[in-house]
């Protein structure tokens, strides 16, 4: 394992559909995070697990998002209902954890277009 | 809120020279900043950062200075190589936190 893997690299989706992706983090990794990039925007943080145990959410992440890490190993972010303004590049990152400036290790982002 | 703020989209310089990137923050609680990578189609990867504590560190041609007063950063890169055409993001983030906060990014292009 050399990194952080997304999965699928591309998702197109029409308005109203259901979408699920996958992040398995580098694997001796504690803390898994979720960022979300749009066009012209740096990623924004929506939400991180420390093992299985979901810490902080955004007010970013509404009602039809949501996110899992059940064995504390991958994690998957489920967005109901998709809306155009979904469309964006969603990141996973990992990190050892522990000291909390540690820095993240990003995957290849999972870029989604809702039409 | 941007509490991060890149103000230059975009720098061109010649191979050989210095490349400057900037970043201003409004939060004088973060204390910690990193800068980020960018390839296209890739995610970011991590490049170099910098405690509140310091006001250098330095890194092979990567060097960041920080300037706690004026809540401005640096990227300074030298010698530019045509592989660090990138965009580059700065990222803050505070003890006890557990998120960094990006700015909106800098693409860089090196050429020859």
């Known amino acids: 394992d050399t990194g952080v893997s997304q999965d699928p690299r591309h998702k197109i989706t029409k308005r109203g559909q259901n979408v699920t992706f996958r992040c398995d983090p580098i694997?001796?990794?504690?803390?898994l995070y979720w960022y979300r990039q749009t066009l012209g925007q740096g990623p924004e943080f929506l939400t991180y697990f420390q093992n299985e145990a979901q810490l902080e959410k955004s007010r970013l992440l509404s009602d039809r998002f949501s996110a899992e890490r059940p064995k504390g190993s991958f994690s998957t972010l489920e967005i109901q209902r998709t809306e155009q303004g979904d469309s964006a590049m969603y990141l996973c990152?990992?990190?050892?954890?522990?000291?909390?400036?540690?820095?993240?290790?990003f995957g290849s982002g999972t870029q989604l277009s809702v039409l | 809120d941007q509490q991060v703020k890149q103000n230059s989209p975009s720098l061109s310089v010649q191979e050989g020279r210095i490349s400057i990137l900037n970043c201003d923050y409004t939060?004088?609680?973060?204390?910690?900043f990193l800068w980020y990578k960018k390839y296209p189609a890739e995610g970011p990867t991590f490049l170099i950062s910098i405690s509140s504590i310091k006001d250098k560190n330095e890194d092979g041609r990567f060097t960041v200075f920080l300037n706690k007063s004026a809540k401005h950063l640096s990227l300074h890169i030298v010698p530019s190589q045509p592989g660090d055409s990138a965009v580059y993001f700065c990222?803050?983030?505070?003890?006890?936190?557990?998120?960094?906060?990006f700015g909106t990014g800098t693409r860089l292009q090196v050429f020859p």
């Open positions: 990222a803050a983030t505070r003890y006890n936190t557990d998120k960094l906060i």
């Open positions: 694997s001796e990794h504690n803390r």
């Open positions: 939060n004088s609680m973060f204390d910690y």
């Open positions: 990152a990992s990190s050892l954890g522990g000291n909390t400036n540690e820095k993240l290790f």
